[in-house]
């Protein structure tokens, strides 16, 4: 199922103001997504993995130059061959939807019609605006409309959409959209909870600001099934 485009409002400095309205440079300082969907070039897979790791291995090495590295050290000069081999086949490979996870629905044979929750999903991800680590937890839930997925394709999912540049609100949207695709129910709920390290790391240099981003759909706006869901997500397990 393809995503809907949404147009976004956002509050910036206390004003509402709509995406259009603003620079790419208030966009990426303000951490505001523009689109549901990552956006990506309708030729985004016409070249092989090896031939952008060809073409990013090339650029970074430039970049290196640029701020004056000498690519010569034994040290550096592999850098731009790891960094491309990383990009393309780690930390970006969510990007390619060859490469989503493929998930099989099994049905719910003891009639189990409460709430599923898989809670602690540690991810990696990386800011779309700043290209440096943006981490944390995803917590998951859904009520089976008489279909249920094995509990690590919950995590495959979060790790799929993880694996590409990203800001948070998109993040967490995705996750909530496919689990609604994949599981054929609107009852899913995520939260993200997850540290940016452009906060932490630079400019701002909070260590201490944690982000926490949620989607709530179907029975999960009834305010019980939703209070139900966090008290699970703050239960301290017993292991
Ligand atoms: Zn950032």
Redesign the pocket.
């Known amino acids: 199922m393809k995503q809907k485009e949404i147009t976004l409002n956002t509050l910036v400095n206390g004003k509402n103001v709509s995406l259009s309205e603003l620079t790419a440079e208030e966009i990426g300082n303000n ?1 505001i997504m523009t689109t549901i969907e990552t956006p990506m070039k309708s030729d985004a897979f016409a070249a092989s993995d090896e031939e952008k790791m060809k073409k990013i291995e090339f650029h970074f090495k430039e970049i290196m130059e640029t701020l004056g590295l000498d690519l010569k050290d034994d040290s550096l000069k592999g850098t731009p061959e790891r960094v491309a081999k990383m990009y393309v086949k780690e930390i970006f490979s969510g990007l390619n939807p060859a490469n989503k996870p493929k998930i099989a629905l099994f049905e719910n044979r003891y009639q189990y019609n409460q709430m599923l929750v898989e809670k602690d999903i540690t991810f990696y991800s990386n ?1 779309e ?2 290209f ?1 680590p943006i981490f944390g937890k995803a917590h998951l839930a859904y009520i089976s409309n008489g279909k249920v997925i094995g509990l690590s394709k919950l995590n495959r999912i979060v790790q799929y959409y993880a694996k590409r540049p990203q800001v948070q609100e998109r993040f967490t949207m995705q996750i909530a959209k496919e689990l609604q695709t994949v599981l054929e129910t609107e009852d899913v709920a995520v939260i993200i909870d997850a540290k ?1 390290l ?2 932490s790391s630079r400019g701002i240099q909070d260590i201490n600001a944690a982000t926490i981003t949620s989607f709530y759909g179907g029975k999960f706006q009834d305010e019980n099934t939703k209070l139900e869901f966090l008290r699970y997500v703050e239960m301290k397990t017993q292991y």
């Open positions: 951490h800011c605006h700043h440096v940016h452009c906060v």
